[in-house]
């Protein structure tokens, strides 16, 4: 019961950063599968990405780069036969996730058909699975200046623990 839970728990976490800020639902879901099988496709999946990453270089006790970058988007595959096609937008919506969906659906249409009797039900399927990374976003944990005064004192160890350190360069990356 305690693995069912957990991936209930996953399932809502992906839909609070993958579906709710793009006012996608489990019938958006639903509707994009219907446009793949609308013809004669074996198998299809979606894939949902969102990833941010930052990352703070100090170098000689001057902070040198800070970058910030967010990877978002929708991948959506469909397998016919012995062909596979693949979409993908940056933009995650139902309207560019349908398009992706049909354009495998059409791509994977041209191959040699294969009936398949595909299980549908109601709701996502839960599978169990180990809960092997938590959800915790480590990027807001520390402010910037937090950040910033962490590598500082990287440099001021790394000085302390060796009067021969000549120069210190220190990163900090959180994704």
Known sequence: MKAVETAINHIATAQDILWTPYGL???HVHKAFAEIFSH???FADLYFQHSLIEGWSLDEGIVKSGSFNIEQGVGVRAVSGEKTAFAYSDDIGLKPILQAAKSVREIAGVGKSVSKN????????AGAGLNLYGPLNPIPTLT????????RRLEQFARKRDPRVIQVMANV???
């Open 25 to 27: 639902n489990e019938e």
């Open 40 to 42: 004669k496709v074996d």
């Open 118 to 125: 595909l299980k549908t039900g109601k709701g996502l399927n």
């Open 144 to 151: 910037s200046t937090e950040k910033v005064e962490l590598l």
């Open 173 to 175: 990356v959180g994704a």
